[in-house]
């Protein structure tokens, strides 16, 4: 069975993040009214799997072994069979 994952990974709230401020100081330069950003990424996969569970698993395993720094990184994901879903976040 096929399922589509999709993964949020973004730097923690105490890590410092270059790009955001910079990004963060630019917006202000332009009069937009913000006071924090943070910079992330997202990927869309599509996955084979037996289950929902299964495909789950692989999208955990993807993360703490590829997509995400466990030092510097949190993430959160969503697998999606078929128009139900499921969401997981990392630990903090």
Do not use: H, W
């Not at 100081?25 to 009214?33: A, E, G, H, V, Y």
Request: charged share 35%; aromatic share 6%.
């Amino acid at each position: 069975m096929k399922f589509k994952a999709r993964i949020e990974v973004r730097l923690r709230g105490d890590t410092v993040d270059p790009e955001g401020e910079t990004i963060k100081r630019s917006l202000i330069d332009m009069n937009f009214p913000i006071s924090g950003t943070k910079l992330g990424k997202v990927y869309e996969l599509v996955l084979e799997a037996k289950t929902k569970k299964d495909a789950e698993g692989l999208a955990q395993l993807m993360c703490s072994r590829l997509l995400a720094n466990p030092v510097r990184d949190e993430y959160e994901f969503s697998v999606e069979e078929v128009g139900s879903s499921i969401s997981n976040k990392s630990p903090s």
